[in-house]
């Protein structure tokens, strides 16, 4: 008899110190927190398997990150392969390393031990659902949130591109086009055996940039807000993860008000899809891992001094996939898997995945329900699909992959998908 699948949600604040100490002189940092920044935690568990999906109120992580969650796990069983951690990609957040992909407002947000203290708390998270597990059943389902957000990646008769960033007006009256939007919300609802609401993992790709008035500073942009309608409406805990994150905004960014805004609604909708499944089986829980090999993108040696431009995110990314690559430009992509019965896989793909790819593995998927986990990682950058090469625009400048990589990633994804559904545990 297969054994039950356990559950359990946990949420950490992972906000830094205001204060610091630096030459043993205590000093208050230049920016200003306005709300927290959370790791939000769901650990499932059955038998000798456990995996973490975890949301984190951070701009990126790099691909290493697992391995100093699990080097403070020691004794719990969980490798890093179970270990599924998406960003919500907050542009108002620290970063702790140079090579990160993203003007720099301020210099007190590169604070070069952050991952390592957000790994120290996720961890305490971890240890604290463990102590909390309960029997569970599961449902998946999808909705839309429409008027939320878009493409900003239009294409001009001439087959260019032309950004069409926060501040822009949507172009009118002219033959340009957009790129395509992804406004799907995919919820996984988690009840008790005795029939009580437990808590969601929610999934919807789209920057969070609402909150274009407070950067220098900390927020939890509109993210917060979808955990904020679970919380004060349904009585339960959320984790939210970005889907195809790539090149999709949100409609407006006119500070907290547009935060608010968005993630109310997004939240209202999640919910109504949440409402609308019923969790009716105790699925089987798996476990997949594996690794595709991609072309590095190889650039130019940009001067060491780029390292510490902090408004020229191209230059210092350059310099950055310059050191990393240059004498092996060769990138071992990971791919990392879930599987919740024959119904539901939730995939954990670096980078920032365009729409595209995130749809096409979608509908190539064997299970009813994909969810792809974005994870903005700065050993990736964007992954853009090879028509954006020819076409230009910010994304392509900011990835360490080439034309040729995105359809490697995308069969190895679908590849390893139908693996799964043939391995999957019964």
Not at 236 to 243: A, D, N, R, S
Not at 297 to 303: D, H, K, L, M, S
């Amino acid at each position: 008899m297969t054994e039950p699948l356990l559950a359990a949600f946990a949420e950490v604040d992972i906000t830094p110190a205001v204060e610091t100490v630096e030459r043993g002189k205590r000093r208050r940092r230049s920016f200003t927190v306005h709300d927290p920044l959370m790791a939000r935690l769901c650990v499932l568990r059955q038998g000798g398997r456990t995996v973490v999906l975890g949301g984190i109120d951070v701009f990126e992580l790099g691909c290493d990150f697992e391995g100093r969650v699990r080097a403070h796990l020691a004794g719990t069983g969980i490798g890093g392969d179970s270990l599924l951690f998406s960003p919500s990609h907050v542009g108002m957040s620290p970063i702790s390393h140079y090579g990160a992909y993203i003007i720099v407002f301020a210099q007190d947000l590169i604070i070069d031990d952050f991952e390592e203290e957000c790994a120290v708390r996720i961890a305490s998270g971890i240890q604290e659902a463990l102590a909390g597990l309960t029997p569970v059943r599961v449902s998946a389902g999808v909705g839309h949130a429409p008027d939320i957000t878009r493409n900003r990646r239009w294409i001009k008769p001439n087959g260019a591109v032309e950004m069409v960033g926060l501040k822009a007006e949507i172009p009118s009256g002219t033959a340009w086009k957009e790129q395509g939007c992804d406004d799907a919300v995919r919820v996984v609802r988690f009840d008790t055996v005795a029939g009580e609401q437990l808590g969601a993992l929610v999934n919807f790709g789209c920057h969070a940039l609402c909150s274009d008035d407070r950067y220098g500073h900390i927020t939890a942009d509109y993210p917060q807000h979808v955990a904020a309608v679970f919380r004060k409406v349904a009585g339960i805990p959320m984790v939210f993860t970005q889907g195809s994150i790539g090149e999709q905004i949100p409609v407006e960014a006119k500070g907290a008000g547009s935060a608010r805004r968005i993630g109310r609604a997004l939240g209202a909708q999640a919910l109504y899809v949440f409402e609308q499944i019923a969790p009716s089986e105790m699925p089987v829980l798996g476990v997949h891992s594996a690794d595709a090999t991609v072309p590095a993108r190889q650039v130019a040696e940009e001067p060491e001094a780029m390292r510490f431009d902090l408004r020229n995110s191209r230059a210092r990314y350059r310099r950055y996939l310059y050191e990393r690559f240059h004498k092996n430009p060769v990138i071992t992509y990971p791919i990392r898997a879930v599987t919740l019965g024959d119904d539901l896989a939730i995939v954990a793909m670096p980078g920032e995945v365009f729409h595209e790819t995130v749809l096409a593995i979608q509908e190539a998927s064997p299970f009813s329900h994909t969810i792809v986990l974005s994870r903005a990682a700065r050993e990736v950058g964007y992954v853009p699909v090879p028509g954006a090469f020819t076409q230009g625009g910010m994304e392509p400048a900011l990835t360490s992959l080439t034309a040729a990589s995105e359809p490697v990633i995308r069969a190895s994804v679908i590849a390893h998908l139908r693996r799964c559904r043939e391995t999957a545990p019964v």
